[in-house]
């Protein structure tokens, strides 16, 4: 971790944003729009007095307080990846803004920031990027989850789930296929047995269809559904997956 040096002012807060995601919707700078590296979007997060910002690499936290108009942050911190060259470049912009105290306007679910001739206009989470429904899209397991470790699937394997209106799982994990019965409630899921398919299974492929074998046998599966982001999770193991319509 790096540590940034940052400031913040006297005094209580105002606005309430525990708890909200937002989404950068577009930024102007002197009066010209700026683009963003291709392919990523600012997103912040509060959460018990903390912020979290990351613009497609790095990612930056510091506990947060508003006085008045105005975001302060102290204990700034951020992590060390290895970026190319633009999204570093990105990086420090935003977070030098962030560094700056920048001023703070929230209306319903846009917030916005502003820095000297620099305006970053921000949209709800929840409402710029809704959670999908469990049933209906494909889920493709992206990320195996053990205890505090997190292993990508290996590039070549694509295993999927999908659950149907009448009460169904749909198993690929990446080698074999098949499917059986599930029970949806609230926040956790009851699969009944899963017929696959026989195929010997080696290398990665074998990896991950252990790995969601074993998610997929427990008694119960506890889900939750963050944007396009499903967690299965059993006690300390889980997959990660991202749906498509």
Known sequence: MLVVGCSVLPG???????????????????????????GTVIRLSF???????????NTFGATYRI?????????????????DAALQAQDEWLFALLGAQP?????????????????????????AE??????????????ILTGDAAAS????????????????IFVN???????????ILDTTLRPGDIALTLVAC????????????????????HYEVDADQLILSIGDRGLRLTGTN
């Not at 209580?12 to 291709?38: K, Q, Y």
């Not at 018990?48 to 990351?54: I, Q, Y």
């Not at 994990?173 to 029970?183: I, W």
Request: charged letters at 20%; a negative charge.
């Open 130 to 143: 809704p959670d999908l429904p469990l049933i209906g899209p494909t889920w493709t397991v992206n990320t």
């Open 47 to 57: 959460a018990d007095e903390h912020l979290s910002a990351n613009a497609g690499c």
């Open 202 to 221: 080696t290398g990665p492929a074998a990896d991950v269809e252990r790995a969601m074998i074993a998610v997929l046998s427990a008694d119960v599966i």
């Open 173 to 183: 994990t990446g080698c074999n296929s098949g499917s059986g019965s599930v029970e």
């Open 12 to 38: 209580g807060g105002s606005l309430d944003l525990d708890g909200r995601e937002f989404l950068s919707t577009s930024i102007a700078v002197d009066g010209m729009n700026r683009d963003l590296v291709p």
């Open 103 to 127: 001023g703070i306007t929230l209306e319903g679910n846009e917030l916005v920031l502003s820095e000297g001739t620099t305006t970053v206009a921000f949209l709800d989470r929840e409402e």
């Open 67 to 83: 006085e008045g108009d105005v975001l302060a942050v102290t204990d700034a911190s951020t992590t060390e990846m290895g970026c």
């Open 153 to 168: 699937v290996p590039e070549g394997v694509v295993a999927t789930l999908a659950f149907s209106e009448t009460g169904q």
